[in-house]
Structure formats: C-alpha cells, structure tokens
C-alpha cells in the first residue's frame, strides 16, 4: 500500500490546479496523505522539491510536465505513477518559450532560459525499465502535447486512451476509482 501520494503538476501551473485540487477532494476521505507541493520554474529546484517528499513509498500522479517528473521518479526510485497527458520530450518543445515568462498561477514573472531545457535534458528517460510502473491516461484531443509521442513513448505500460477530450483530460474525475486501484491507495 502505498504510504503517501503526491500529485505533481505542470509547466506554468501551481499546486492549485482544477486537478490536483479534484483529485485532493476525493482524497479527503481516505487513509493515505497526500501532497501537492509548488514548484520551481527551474527544473533543477523542482527535482530537488520533489527529491525530498518522494521514495520508494511514494505514489506519483503527474500531469504535462509533471508526468515528466513523475516518470523520472517512477523509473527511478520504482514507485507507481498515474501521467495524465504527459510531456514526453519536453526540452524539445521549450524553445518557443525562452525568454519571460508569467506564471498567473503563483504570480510569478521568470525568465525561461537554456540551462533549464538542458536540465530536463538531462532528466529523459530514454528506455521504461519498470513500464508495470506506470498508468498513461491520454487524450487525443489535447492541443498542446502530440498524444501520439505519448501513446509510443508509453506503449509498454497500461494506456487508457480517449478519442477527443483536450489537455485538461475533460472530466478527469471518472478515472479517480481506476487511478486509486492502479496506485493501491486506501480506502
């Protein structure tokens, strides 16, 4: 059973997202914590954030970039993880962003800059060892990832794939019993 659940959220986003908070809702009532930390824009302190509060104990959600960092830690560390339209080579679609930044979620003004897209960089992970680990929910209608890099990159962990929908995953809460089942989490 898993000891503790953090959801990790986007590029751009913050802990107060209509995910994370939803699915913190559903969380109330049972018996595992669960956190939803803010993080950095510099992927190297987001690591870091996330290198202190995940172990092996540890079961992830991520969504967008947070999928990235979750499947980093799932492969990693060999814990569980739910990516809800993930990015997949993130440092590969980053470049059209450098330069300032805001983030309107945590009123944040930054500067999105090379060194960043080379730490992600240097986070890939180029081959799943543990794909049992991971749970792909996709859809295809998201129109800011290509859900197809997604459905390949993940082809050899469990996939729930929607037609249409968009980067949200509109009405994300029907997956919450699939996600507690796939993530042993405590009723």
Not at 10 to 16: A, H, I, K, Q, T
């Amino acid at each position: 059973m898993a000891r503790k659940v953090v959801y990790i959220h986007g590029f751009n986003s913050s802990e107060l997202s209509y995910k994370a908070t939803a699915f913190g809702e559903y969380m109330m009532d049972k018996q595992t914590p669960y956190f939803v930390p803010r993080l950095h824009y510099d992927p190297r302190v987001a690591l870091a954030q996330l290198d202190s509060v995940i172990d092996s104990d540890t079961v992830l959600l991520g969504s967008s970039l947070g999928g990235y960092y979750a499947t980093y830690f799932s492969q990693h560390l060999g814990c569980k993880a739910v990516v809800i339209n993930p990015a997949v080579r993130p440092f590969s679609l980053l470049n059209d962003y450098l330069g300032p930044q805001y983030n309107p979620y945590q009123d944040c003004h930054y500067e999105l800059q090379h060194e960043h897209i080379d730490a992600l960089k240097s986070m890939y992970v180029e081959q799943l060892s543990n794909p049992e680990n991971l749970l792909l929910l996709q859809q295809t209608g998201d129109e800011v990832l290509p859900f197809e890099e997604a459905v390949r990159y993940y082809s050899h962990c469990r996939q729930i794939i929607e037609f249409g929908g968009d980067h949200s995953f509109v009405e994300f809460p029907r997956y919450f019993d699939t996600i507690t089942k796939f993530l042993t989490i405590k009723n």
